[in-house]
């Protein structure tokens, strides 16, 4: 029996339940506190899932799994049946007191029906109530305590360097934003769902007009907003795009007609301050002025939107306008949260499929969630039937372009009905509960969490580390301060000769990176290749879909042969640099575990913000299809497709123009970046260089300490006193740190 049947247990399956759970508690005289065995850290919704899914039916056949082993190593227990009912009341535990999350738990556990019958478990877990998490006051409270932290370590610091450093620290990570990009077809209910959101009706005819153009919602004190012109060099890279395109033709025909065009667009980009209610005059769907827009902000006192969150509400899928169609994707591939909405009642479009498929593919979030509106118009049956649909057409067209089909379990599903949340709020009648925005807004808060505990963690590694160097510090200083002046001249001595050693290592380990870094490569054609073949690719593509429509009689479909560039070269570029990605991080983990090993001082500079290398690779990444370079490839092919009538003389041509442009990317560059860990390598070198200076100041700082001491004997207790108070101090801050969540 599926888990998903089980709805109501039969007495018979109630009492296999409560013996399970019993023979766990059984074993155990007291009611386990989750933390005992686990922090947050090691939470994981996979590891419990395995972990209450054995029983005595499948444990020798786990236990034998290499996989299983390292699962109960990393939880600090031994391979035993006590062991593993000991983890499961922890788990339980962690479940029912938030941390660990039931509707991620309960899909880890069906995914284990293949392989064993979890049943009684899953049955027991999806009927857990469980405390609920109020994430965004959690991560508050969290942040609050660390920065709490940092100003006193700064009050105890009288290293002014280290000062500086915590304050940045204490700037950084409270500036932290999070990004939530809305995309969907007309029709599909953005605004709708948005001003559900919000808890208000900020979006619409009463505040803001329905706009064409990309906005972005932000918290401000006052409403106001800010108008973005395109500037010079991008209008004539619209008007170029344009040429071939009789829709954009005719609106730019009436522009001209209508405007004085030199007004809005200048060199460097018009931006433009007003009210709400001037907005319409500028952004309405229905003034052709709105092409002229690049994007526009609003900004508004928005309890939704404080703490850094901005909402990015996307004009559409169909933009006529490449270049806003390729701003808008670019801010859709940097978002935290990506919502695409699908009005439950119409039946799926080619291009939402599409749409996201491109986004399992090039977005950052491990997830996309699909929201289907207006579900207050279908039974629950009907909803299911239109999720399965479209689980159903994705996977078919992701095998389609011979690509995982696994790929759509990254696609999560929510039904809501905007008009009972709104009608709820602006107090016209409404059930918030039925509306289901409740669990929208939930999903959204622990996704915002998630980032946030990634950066906390970040933030609490970095004050650590500034409160053991201290206290390395202060220890020396006492150790110093404890010797005779014999004794100290010859202390001296040591550290001297103990810095000249690191600094002999640190030459050596620089000379082992440089051979190894610089090794030849036997593959450097690889890349070359397969841009040549990527180019092929597209050309066949293009030049079967210009037959196929010349046989046929079909007049050439502008954006059609968009979606074609559009896809095949980045579904063609991802999967290349992907594949280097993979295998540049398995190089990078094994250098950084052998260098630790070796050199044991270097475990500190490895640690220390060691992957901040791997943000500028998938920036690079992300560059390649949101520059000027990807708009001009497409704008120039598109303009030779349209206009060239003889599609024999094509053939010949295409790929080779294809393949130009594709040079201009810099693919090879960072590919071959990728290959030799070039961008790890001189993160690695920097950290180098700035861990010797640090060793050098420490050493100055250190000499300056002798002398102060030799010329100031009688003041040695006094020091020593300090010093002690300010270890006491240190010791505090950092158990603080170690229980910090």
């Given at each position: 029996?599926?888990?998903?049947?089980?709805?109501?247990?039969?007495?018979?399956?109630?009492?296999?339940?409560?013996?399970?759970?019993?023979?766990?508690?059984?074993?155990?005289?007291?009611?386990?506190?989750?933390?005992?065995?686990?922090?947050?850290?090691?939470?994981?919704?996979?590891?419990?899932?395995?972990?209450?899914?054995?029983?005595?039916?499948?444990?020798?056949?786990?236990?034998?799994?290499?996989?299983?082993?390292?699962?109960?190593?990393?939880?600090?227990?031994?391979?035993?049946?006590?062991?593993?009912?000991?983890?499961?009341?922890?788990?339980?535990?962690?479940?029912?007191?938030?941390?660990?999350?039931?509707?991620?738990?309960?899909?880890?556990?069906?995914?284990?029906?293949?392989?064993?019958?979890?049943?009684?478990?899953?049955?027991?877990?999806?009927?857990?109530?469980?405390?609920?998490?109020?994430?965004?006051?959690?991560?508050?409270?969290?942040?609050?305590?660390?920065?709490?932290?940092?100003?006193?370590?700064?009050?105890?610091?009288?290293?002014?360097?280290?000062?500086?450093?915590?304050?940045?620290?204490?700037?950084?990570?409270?500036?932290?934003?999070?990004?939530?990009?809305?995309?969907?077809?007309?029709?599909?209910?953005?605004?709708?769902?948005?001003?559900?959101?919000?808890?208000?009706?900020?979006?619409?005819?009463?505040?803001?007009?329905?706009?064409?153009?990309?906005?972005?919602?932000?918290?401000?004190?006052?409403?106001?907003?800010?108008?973005?012109?395109?500037?010079?060099?991008?209008?004539?890279?619209?008007?170029?795009?344009?040429?071939?395109?009789?829709?954009?033709?005719?609106?730019?025909?009436?522009?001209?007609?209508?405007?004085?065009?030199?007004?809005?667009?200048?060199?460097?980009?018009?931006?433009?301050?007003?009210?709400?209610?001037?907005?319409?005059?500028?952004?309405?769907?229905?003034?052709?002025?709105?092409?002229?827009?690049?994007?526009?902000?609003?900004?508004?006192?928005?309890?939704?939107?404080?703490?850094?969150?901005?909402?990015?509400?996307?004009?559409?899928?169909?933009?006529?306008?490449?270049?806003?169609?390729?701003?808008?994707?670019?801010?859709?591939?940097?978002?935290?949260?990506?919502?695409?909405?699908?009005?439950?009642?119409?039946?799926?479009?080619?291009?939402?499929?599409?749409?996201?498929?491109?986004c399992l593919l090039t977005s950052r979030v491990s997830k996309l969630l699909v929201v289907l509106t207006k579900a207050d118009l279908l039974d629950q049956k009907d909803l299911q039937e239109v999720i399965s649909y479209t689980q159903k057409k994705v996977k078919e067209n992701l095998a389609q372009r011979q690509l995982d089909q696994e790929l759509v379990k990254n696609v999560e599903f929510v039904c809501i009905s905007s008009k009972l949340a709104n009608d709820f709020y602006q107090n016209k009648g409404g059930n918030l509960e039925q509306s289901n925005i409740l669990a929208l807004e939930e999903l959204i808060a622990k996704s915002l969490y998630d980032k946030n505990k990634i950066a906390l963690n970040a933030y609490k590694k970095e004050l650590l580390l500034h409160v053991e160097k201290l206290e390395e510090k202060t220890n020396l200083s006492n150790k110093l301060l404890s010797y005779e002046n014999f004794e100290l001249d010859q202390q001296n001595k040591l550290i001297i000769d103990?810095?000249?050693?690191?600094?002999?290592?640190?030459?050596?380990?620089?000379?082992?990176?440089?051979?190894?870094?610089?090794?030849?490569?036997?593959?450097?054609?690889?890349?070359?290749?397969?841009?040549?073949?990527?180019?092929?690719?597209?050309?066949?593509?293009?030049?079967?879909?210009?037959?196929?429509?010349?046989?046929?009689?079909?007049?050439?479909?502008?954006?059609?042969?968009?979606?074609?560039?559009?896809?095949?070269?980045?579904?063609?570029?991802?999967?290349?640099?992907?594949?280097?990605?993979?295998?540049?991080?398995?190089?990078?983990?094994?250098?950084?575990?052998?260098?630790?090993?070796?050199?044991?001082?270097?475990?500190?500079?490895?640690?220390?913000?060691?992957?901040?290398?791997?943000?500028?690779?998938?920036?690079?990444?992300?560059?390649?299809?949101?520059?000027?370079?990807?708009?001009?490839?497409?704008?120039?092919?598109?303009?030779?497709?349209?206009?060239?009538?003889?599609?024999?003389?094509?053939?010949?041509?295409?790929?080779?123009?294809?393949?130009?442009?594709?040079?201009?990317?810099?693919?090879?560059?960072?590919?071959?970046?990728?290959?030799?860990?070039?961008?790890?390598?001189?993160?690695?070198?920097?950290?180098?260089?700035?861990?010797?200076?640090?060793?050098?100041?420490?050493?100055?700082?250190?000499?300056?300490?002798?002398?102060?001491?030799?010329?100031?004997?009688?003041?040695?207790?006094?020091?020593?006193?300090?010093?002690?108070?300010?270890?006491?101090?240190?010791?505090?801050?950092?158990?603080?740190?170690?229980?910090?969540?």
């Amino acid at each position: 029996m599926s888990p998903k049947e089980i709805n109501n247990p039969s007495p018979q399956e109630k009492g296999a339940i409560k013996a399970l759970l019993e023979q766990i508690w059984k074993n155990h005289s007291v009611y386990l506190d989750t933390h005992a065995l686990l922090d947050e850290s090691m939470v994981d919704t996979q590891k419990a899932a395995i972990i209450l899914s054995t029983d005595l039916s499948n444990y020798e056949r786990f236990s034998a799994l290499s996989e299983f082993k390292n699962l109960m190593k990393s939880l600090n227990l031994r391979l035993d049946l006590y062991g593993i009912q000991y983890a499961q009341v922890c788990f339980i535990n962690a479940l029912i007191l938030g941390i660990l999350d039931k509707n991620e738990l309960l899909k880890d556990l069906e995914k284990l029906q293949k392989i064993t019958d979890n049943t009684l478990i899953y049955t027991f877990i999806s009927k857990q109530k469980t405390i609920k998490k109020d994430y965004k006051q959690e991560s508050k409270n969290s942040h609050q305590a660390l920065d709490d932290i940092n100003q006193s370590i700064q009050k105890i610091c009288d290293d002014d360097k280290v000062q500086k450093l915590l304050q940045e620290a204490l700037l950084k990570f409270s500036s932290i934003d999070f990004s939530i990009a809305v995309t969907g077809v007309v029709n599909a209910g953005k605004s709708s769902m948005l001003n559900a959101l919000l808890k208000q009706d900020f979006l619409g005819v009463s505040n803001v007009p329905e706009t064409a153009n990309l906005s972005v919602l932000k918290y401000g004190q006052e409403h106001k907003a800010k108008i973005y012109f395109w500037n010079k060099e991008e209008w004539e890279e619209i008007l170029k795009s344009s040429r071939d395109n009789q829709d954009m033709k005719d609106l730019i025909t009436q522009l001209e007609e209508n405007f004085n065009i030199s007004k809005y667009i200048e060199k460097d980009g018009k931006t433009l301050e007003v009210d709400f209610n001037s907005l319409k005059d500028y952004t309405s769907a229905k003034n052709k002025i709105s092409t002229l827009i690049k994007k526009i902000e609003l900004f508004s006192m928005l309890d939704f939107l404080k703490d850094n969150v901005y909402i990015v509400d996307t004009p559409g899928l169909d933009d006529v306008i490449i270049q806003r169609e390729l701003l808008t994707k670019s801010y859709i591939q940097k978002a935290d949260f990506l919502i695409h909405l699908m009005n439950a009642s119409q039946s799926l479009s080619q291009k939402d499929t599409e749409f996201i498929i491109e986004c399992l593919l090039t977005s950052r979030v491990s997830k996309l969630l699909v929201v289907l509106t207006k579900a207050d118009l279908l039974d629950q049956k009907d909803l299911q039937e239109v999720i399965s649909y479209t689980q159903k057409k994705v996977k078919e067209n992701l095998a389609q372009r011979q690509l995982d089909q696994e790929l759509v379990k990254n696609v999560e599903f929510v039904c809501i009905s905007s008009k009972l949340a709104n009608d709820f709020y602006q107090n016209k009648g409404g059930n918030l509960e039925q509306s289901n925005i409740l669990a929208l807004e939930e999903l959204i808060a622990k996704s915002l969490y998630d980032k946030n505990k990634i950066a906390l963690n970040a933030y609490k590694k970095e004050l650590l580390l500034h409160v053991e160097k201290l206290e390395e510090k202060t220890n020396l200083s006492n150790k110093l301060l404890s010797y005779e002046n014999f004794e100290l001249d010859q202390q001296n001595k040591l550290i001297i000769d103990d810095f000249k050693a690191k600094k002999d290592k640190l030459k050596q380990i620089k000379i082992e990176l440089n051979t190894l870094f610089n090794a030849k490569d036997e593959n450097t054609q690889e890349v070359t290749t397969l841009s040549h073949l990527l180019a092929k690719k597209l050309k066949e593509k293009l030049i079967d879909e210009l037959k196929y429509n010349q046989n046929n009689k079909i007049k050439n479909n502008f954006q059609r042969l968009s979606t074609i560039i559009d896809t095949t070269l980045k579904d063609g570029i991802f999967d290349l640099l992907r594949e280097l990605k993979y295998q540049s991080e398995c190089k990078i983990s094994e250098i950084k575990n052998t260098l630790s090993m070796k050199y044991d001082f270097l475990k500190g500079v490895l640690a220390q913000n060691c992957d901040d290398f791997k943000n500028k690779v998938e920036t690079k990444i992300e560059n390649i299809f949101s520059g000027k370079l990807f708009a001009k490839l497409k704008s120039d092919l598109l303009e030779n497709l349209m206009q060239n009538k003889d599609i024999y003389k094509l053939e010949t041509i295409l790929e080779e123009q294809i393949l130009q442009q594709l040079q201009n990317f810099g693919i090879e560059k960072i590919a071959n970046e990728l290959k030799h860990n070039q961008e790890f390598f001189a993160h690695l070198e920097l950290s180098l260089n700035l861990y010797e200076k640090e060793q050098e100041e420490q050493l100055k700082d250190l000499k300056d300490l002798i002398l102060q001491m030799e010329q100031n004997e009688q003041n040695t207790k006094e020091l020593l006193e300090k010093n002690n108070i300010k270890l006491n101090q240190l010791k505090t801050l950092k158990m603080e740190l170690l229980n910090a969540k």
